[in-house]
């Protein structure tokens, strides 16, 4: 990969999708990442396909740069699922201006 650094991530059974659990458990670690631990900076990384978890890293405040995005040769899955999407927050930015 590209960059270095602390990552968020999520991954639920399929029965546990839509219901706000990936969202709630990101928003804390995030909190936790930036208040407690003192990051400056909190990375997530998905599939361009993967709509879901782009819309988690949105509602969580998240942010991309279509200049870091990647090619990762080492996903399966063919050329859509190797493309690569990098979300950030940046910890100055964190909590969100209401």
């Known amino acids: 990969m590209p960059f270095s650094g602390v990552e968020v991530g999520w991954r ?3 029965a546990a ?3 706000g ?3 709630e458990a990101a928003t804390i670690a995030l909190e ?7 990051l400056s900076e909190i990375l997530a990384v998905t599939a361009e396909t993967n709509l879901r ?3 988690v890293m ?3 405040g998240m942010t991309t740069d279509p200049g870091e995005d990647f090619h990762d040769p080492e996903r399966t ?5 190797q493309a690569g999407a990098v979300q950030e927050v940046l910890g100055r ?3 969100q201006p209401a």
Do not use: D, E, K, N
């Open 53 to 55: 978890s782009q819309a």
């Open 12 to 14: 639920l059974a399929r």
């Open 17 to 19: 999708w839509g219901h």
């Open 32 to 38: 936790y990442g930036f208040a407690t631990a003192g």
């Open 21 to 23: 659990y990936a969202t």
């Open 93 to 95: 930015r964190w909590p």
């Open 58 to 60: 949105r509602r969580i």
């Open 77 to 81: 899955g063919g050329p859509a699922a």
